[in-house]
């Protein structure tokens, strides 16, 4: 055998990995996107996402918060749409590298013998045994990965409607934008103010179930609710903060299911934050400084006061306990109200990294 000879051999056996690793490589990425149910950061989907995101935060960069939120709806559908195809377009890549590795063709002829076979169009064919193989591969890939999509997207939808069921009935109880003010006065004026375990306890169902979806279907992080005004991060920062103001400043029977759903709502966005790799401090002590001002705090509890819902008395107490509950909380809300480029709301999106760029006007 001649040095020529010995030489395609090598270069053909070397494509021919080269199409297994670019196969392979794409399976595990929808595996692990669209059926592995635990938060897996998949190269490939972070890669497409980025990609999407950065030509729209481009285009919102100057745009009124109107314009922005009619925008950044469009992203992750786009990324949804595009990202099945960007699947079948390297597993088209590296069955031409196959193809090619079994018998050199021109590229257009292995186009269409790749083409043909992904989408069981049937129009081109070889016929060799090893080639039949892997057409039939090709195409059973093909239909495995629609079949994928297809059930992804009803579940994705399922998690979104879950989800916002709880955001606009927590709208009805805060108010849009949701406050602490109107939470903790409606909920006076109607007589729950020393009834609301329930609705602890039904909120941290929800923080749980935020925290496995948000991971596992991490593009429902970034779907925008139907209502320009609400948020599934609003909703649940003022959720945290509703229930730390009751805790530290009402004066009514301490509810252990509060904290707990504090508890329950800081460790949810911890873990969508870690997924995305967004920084928060995670050693936070009491002391810690938060977004939030003492004069602030003051202004909410003069307001309360003067529609009569108890407060306690030592109001520097109260503080230091409401700091104390924030602390836990505040980066990574801050941080996930930046990324998701959420409506404006008290205490929550009005300090983000990006509501601060805009009125620098960086």
């Known amino acids: 055998m001649d040095s020529t000879s010995t030489g395609m051999i090598i270069w053909r056996t070397a494509v021919f990995l080269t199409g297994i ?3 392979g490589g794409t399976l595990i990425a929808a595996i692990k996107t669209f059926i592995l149910p635990r938060g897996v950061n998949v190269w490939l989907t972070r890669a497409v996402f980025r990609a999407i995101g950065f030509f729209f935060r481009l285009r919102v960069r100057r745009a009124t918060y109107g314009e922005r939120d009619r925008i950044m709806a469009f992203f992750p559908p786009l990324a949804l749409f595009l990202m099945p195809m960007i699947l079948l377009v390297l597993i088209l890549v590296g069955y031409i590298c196959l193809f090619w590795a079994l018998e050199p063709r021109s590229l257009p002829e292995l186009l269409y013998l790749s083409g043909s ?3 069981t169009l049937g129009y081109a064919s070889v016929n060799t045994t090893a080639s039949k193989l892997l057409e039939f591969s090709e195409a059973m ?9 297809i059930a992804y997207l009803p579940t994705m939808y399922s998690a979104f409607s879950r989800r916002e069921t709880a955001v606009v009935l927590w709208e009805a109880r805060a108010g849009s934008p ?3 003010v109107e939470m903790v006065a409606r909920s006076y004026r109607t007589g729950e103010l020393e009834r609301l375990r329930d609705v602890w306890m039904s909120w941290q169902t929800w923080f749980a179930e935020l925290e496995e979806s948000h991971t596992s279907l991490s593009p429902l992080v970034f779907f925008r609710s139907p209502q320009a005004q609400r948020s599934w991060i609003t909703a649940a920062g003022n959720v945290m903060d509703s229930a730390a103001f009751i805790l530290s400043a009402v004066d009514v029977r301490f509810e252990p299911q509060a904290a707990f759903c504090i508890r329950a709502g800081f460790l949810a966005l911890r873990q969508i934050a870690d997924f995305f790799g967004l920084p928060y401090e995670t050693n936070s002590s ?8 003492r004069h602030e705090f003051d202004e909410v509890c003069d307001k309360l006061a003067a529609q009569d819902v108890p407060l306690k008395a030592d109001r520097e107490q109260a503080w230091r306990d409401f700091a104390g509950w924030r602390v836990n909380y505040d980066d990574v809300l801050l941080a996930l109200a930046a990324l998701t480029i959420a409506p404006y709301a008290p205490w929550i999106s009005d300090r983000s990294v990006v509501q601060r760029s805009k009125e620098s006007g960086d």
Request: glycine residues 4%.
């Open 21 to 23: 690793f670019i196969i």
């Open 286 to 293: 009491p002391n810690t400084p938060i977004s939030i001002s």
């Open 141 to 149: 890939i093909g239909l495995v990965l629609i079949a994928m999509l």
């Open 178 to 180: 949701p406050t602490v």
């Open 117 to 119: 076979s992904l989408l």
